[in-house]
């Protein structure tokens, strides 16, 4: 984080706990106008006059569609179709900025690296000249800069603004820390909108489905188990990519075998990444999934995880060796 960013948040009361957290003193989370400093996603810019050209062999979404007034979420992959990280792709100029996880940018960077050859291509790891804000409006009407259509950027004063849901109706903006210092302000001082902690972006990102991965669950599920299919973040017709003969098999067979789902945990204590679930109706204590990400708010635990397809969906959840922490299946 960049280090004047960090101290703009410190004089606006912000607090920064062990596990990355950014925490602001109680008020109301009940304010419709919010914003966040997010902590856990960073950005890996990608420059270069061969950089089109390169991302397009190496991720699952379609570079000719990207503009600055179109982002798209996307996967990068392994050989064997894996998903190495999951992203939201945008571009500003001739620039293309991933942001992803913070704990797998340096991975991802290193295993981008061994692709570039001869390429004209820069990996470049901004999260100290980039800061990442999250914006959220009440429903069916904005206040500051005006939000696009979902997945759709803009670039507002040297800021990149994307749209992530229209029914949550929120906003990630990407911008230099000067500028990010003076959207803040604004936003807070004159527009009404309430400081909120970090992990309630994140619990929002599980609430939308954005399905973020860790260390622990890299390299662990290929791209519709996570429904990037369904959320437009797999191209089918744009060519050869890293991964692609396993992703292409998948989508013409018509099915995975496994699923990701939105879930609420009956413990208000979110489990970790990769936590095993159980089917208590089978009487054993067979995995038949994992958790992907969880998040905790005001004593809710809300969590994305990936399960066997079943033909019922007819389950009985619950988290292994958690005192059988019982698991319900939401709508997504």
């Given at each position: ?37 997010v902590?856990?996603?960073?950005v ?24 600055e ?180 098999r ?30 208590n ?14 998040q ?11 399960l ?25």
């Amino acid at each position: 984080m960049n280090p004047n960013w960090k101290t703009f948040l410190s004089t606006e009361q912000a607090a920064f706990n062990n596990d990355g957290d950014i925490v602001f003193p109680s008020i109301s989370s009940d304010s419709e106008k919010q914003i966040f400093a997010v902590s856990d996603l960073a950005v890996l810019t990608v420059t270069g006059k061969d950089a089109a050209k390169f991302l397009q062999g190496q991720i699952t979404c379609n570079i000719s569609d990207i503009s600055e007034t179109q982002s798209s979420l996307g996967a990068f992959c392994n050989p064997k179709g894996r998903i190495i990280t999951t992203f939201l792709l945008v571009k500003k100029a001739d620039t293309f900025l991933l942001i992803l996880p913070v704990a797998l940018l340096e991975p991802v960077k290193k295993r981008l690296q061994m692709y570039i050859l001869r390429s004209d291509v820069q990996l470049t790891d901004s999260s100290n000249e980039l800061c990442l804000i999250g914006l959220g409006y009440p429903a069916g009407q904005t206040s500051g800069p005006a939000l696009p259509e979902p997945l759709f950027a803009t670039v507002q004063q040297d800021a990149v603004f994307i749209n992530l849901s229209t029914k949550q109706n929120r906003c990630l903006v990407i911008s230099a820390p000067e500028t990010a210092q003076a959207l803040w302000r604004t936003s807070v001082g004159t527009q009404g909108f309430q400081p909120q902690d970090s992990a309630q972006w994140r619990y929002l990102d599980i609430l939308s489905g954005l399905p973020w991965l860790t260390p622990e669950t890299s390299e662990e599920f290929i791209p519709q188990m996570l429904n990037l299919d369904k959320l437009g973040g797999i191209s089918f017709n744009k060519g050869c990519y890293t991964g692609q003969e396993i992703v292409a098999r998948t989508h013409y067979l018509g099915k995975t075998k496994r699923e990701m789902f939105l879930a609420e945990c009956a413990s208000s204590a979110a489990p970790e990444a990769n936590t095993a679930i159980i089917d208590n109706s089978t009487g054993t204590e067979q995995s038949i999934g994992t958790v992907l990400m969880a998040q905790s708010w005001q004593n809710v635990c809300k969590m994305l995880i990936v399960l066997q397809v079943s033909d019922t969906n007819d389950y009985r959840l619950a988290l292994k060796n958690r005192d059988q922490d019982k698991v319900t299946l939401l709508t997504l």
